[in-house]
């Protein structure tokens, strides 16, 4: 394991342990070149998953640029770090068993949307504006409508006044 602070290939385990859901094995390192420590995660992959972009170009499914995405949703919103990575566990394991090596990024997104309006509205909103591509104030009012079991066809509040 390269050590992220000085790139070196000669790290050490001092400590492994399963985590709380025993989902992934936590291990920490260290550095024998520069001392630096850090921990990593060890996970089983079922299959190496493919996202079929948009535009047409396939690239290897990263579950750091999930957790990203969603950390960016997420920001300042009262959810526990733990609630994140166990989401992220059920999604990703989710996209594995849908049998495919190959998912759209349309998939992706819709089932990233289906766990995070169980988990946190504020950041469902949020990540939709982005995944939507939202140009404009009705576009939310139409997600906040979703969220709240109302009928789309009804009419934005502000067309009402």
Do not use: W
């Not at 989401?87 to 068993?97: A, N, P």
């Not at 939507?132 to 709240?148: I, V, W």
Request: overall charge positive; some cysteine; glycine content about 2%.
């Amino acid at each position: 394991m390269r050590c992220p602070s000085c790139a070196s290939l000669d790290t050490q385990v001092k400590d492994s342990r399963p985590t709380e859901n025993s989902a992934a094995i936590r291990r920490r390192r260290v550095c024998l070149a520069c001392n630096f420590r850090f921990t990593t995660f060890e996970r089983v992959q079922l299959r190496e998953l493919v996202v079929m972009k948009r535009n047409g170009r396939r690239v290897p499914f990263d579950r750091d640029k999930l957790m990203r995405s969603l950390s960016i949703a997420l920001r300042k919103r009262p959810v526990e770090a733990e609630r994140v990575e166990q989401m992220v566990s059920k999604i990703v394991r989710e996209l594995e068993s849908l049998g495919e090596s190959e998912v759209s990024s349309e998939a992706i997104g819709e089932i990233v949307m289906e766990h995070l309006r169980t988990l946190d509205d504020v950041a469902y909103v949020r990540f939709a504006s982005v995944y939507r591509n939202f140009r404009e104030p009705k576009d939310f009012e139409q997600a906040l409508a979703e969220l709240s079991g109302e009928d789309e066809a009804k009419p934005p509040a502000s067309a009402l006044k």
